[in-house]
Every structure is written in structure tokens, then in C-alpha cells.
């Protein structure tokens, strides 16, 4: 397997197929991660009478506990497009009545057709679409009136500041921890420059009201990645 290069999007699937194993341990230490997964699910703002709600790129699930943590009447289907990483999130939620789909955040009106959620939540999912406007426009599609959708993910200010960070973060941690606890180098370099590439959070909030959100906002994560991890609310007429 090449390591010299960074993956790209159609490969990144079959990337977390390899480290789906380890995925869990490896997020575990990163201080603060359920607890920001949580605020951001928080803005779902989700009701008893309107709780279903789409997790799209759910991985092994963290981002569906989050929502059952804040909601625990909620029913939530998580999506993903890695058959690996769902296989851990149906054994971790093996006693749990979640729905468990594999699918393409792009193809979201194929795969649930005639459905509607009352939400849709994704958790570092819109920077790895190939097209995040279309992922957007997908996930408004499977919206029921009245929905709402909550992004959550890594995102640079446009600063030199905030890139020195990241690079410092990623080339001094995330890098060497993911090649030590998986052996993929690839993943881990893609995930830096992704972020890079992704857009400041003014060019993302200019994009998600393209799509017709009649309200975005957007909220830094406090803590260690402030500046680092927001969380975007996007609202319909």
C-alpha cells in the first residue's frame, strides 16, 4: 500500500475500512471529544414529537451516542460509507434500537427515498463530501418541514495563527499517533490537508446559504480547539 500520498475522497471509505479497529481507541484520547460531540448534538434542539433524526457519516457511532446522550428519546439512523466502521457501531449498539445504513452523504435522496427525518446531524462529514454543497442539498431533501441541520467539524479562520496550529497539531500528534496505534499514514495526512483545503468559516457559512437555509450560525468550540472545531445550525423556511 502507498504511503508517500495523501488519499483522496473516493478513497476514503475504504481508509476507514483499515483503521475502523482502532478508530474508537484512538478518538478516546482526545480530551474533550464525546463532550463537543455532545454541545453540538445539543443543537438539534430535537422534541419527543419530532425525534428522528439522520447521522450522516456516522463512523463507529461516537456521533449517535452523542445524540442518544442529549436525547434519549430520540431515533436516530446513522449513515456511512465505510462497511468497517458500521460493523463496530452495530456491535456497540447492538442493544440499542438504531438504524444502520451504508450509503454516500452525496446520495442521501437514493438511499432513504420517500423518507424524512426531523433532523440530520453530521459529525466531520461535509469536509470529506467531494461536493459539499451537493451533500447539503442532499440533506435538505430528507428533511421533514421545520428540520434543521447541525454540522460539526474542524475549521481554520483564515489566520496564519489558526493553520500553525493545526499543522503543529496535526504533524505532532494526530500524524505519529495514528501511524503507531494503525499503520496508515495516508488517512492521517489526508485529514490534515482537508482541513486545510476545507475553507475558512465565512466561505462555509456563504455556502450553506446557497442552499436556502433562511438562518445559519455558527459557534467555535470552546476549550483546547477553540479556533480549531465549530459547529454550524443551519434553519429552513
Request: net charge positive.
Amino acid at each position: 500500500m502507498p504511503n508517500s500520498q495523501t488519499l483522496n475522497k473516493a478513497e476514503v471509505p475504504q481508509a476507514f475500512n483499515r483503521v475502523a479497529k482502532r478508530y474508537d481507541l484512538m478518538t478516546s484520547l482526545s480530551p474533550g471529544y464525546g463532550k463537543s460531540l455532545r454541545r453540538s448534538a445539543a443543537r438539534l434542539e430535537l422534541t419527543p414529537e419530532k425525534a428522528r433524526v439522520l447521522d450522516v457519516c456516522c463512523g463507529t457511532g461516537a456521533s449517535t451516542q452523542a445524540i442518544l446522550d442529549v436525547f434519549p428519546y430520540a431515533r436516530p439512523t446513522g449513515l456511512d460509507g465505510s462497511e468497517s466502521m458500521l460493523a463496530v457501531a452495530r456491535k456497540r449498539f447492538a442493544l440499542k434500537p438504531v438504524e444502520w445504513r451504508l450509503g454516500l452523504s452525496e446520495s442521501l435522496r437514493a438511499t432513504f427515498a420517500a423518507e424524512r427525518f426531523d433532523a440530520v446531524f453530521t459529525a466531520f462529514g461535509l469536509r470529506n463530501a467531494e461536493s459539499p454543497q451537493r451533500m447539503l442539498e442532499e440533506a435538505r431533501a430528507v428533511l421533514a418541514p421545520g428540520g434543521r441541520i447541525v454540522v460539526h467539524d474542524y475549521i481554520l479562520d483564515g489566520k496564519a495563527l489558526s493553520r500553525l496550529r493545526w499543522e503543529a497539531l496535526c504533524r505532532g500528534i494526530i500524524e505519529p499517533m495514528g501511524l503507531v496505534m494503525t499503520r496508515e499514514r495516508q488517512l492521517f495526512r489526508y485529514l490534515r490537508q482537508s482541513v486545510i483545503d476545507f475553507g475558512t468559516e465565512a466561505e462555509l457559512t456563504a455556502l450553506m446559504r446557497d442552499v436556502g437555509a433562511s438562518n445559519v450560525t455558527f459557534e467555535s468550540q470552546p476549550g483546547w480547539l477553540n479556533g480549531l472545531l465549530g459547529t454550524w445550525t443551519l434553519t429552513f423556511p
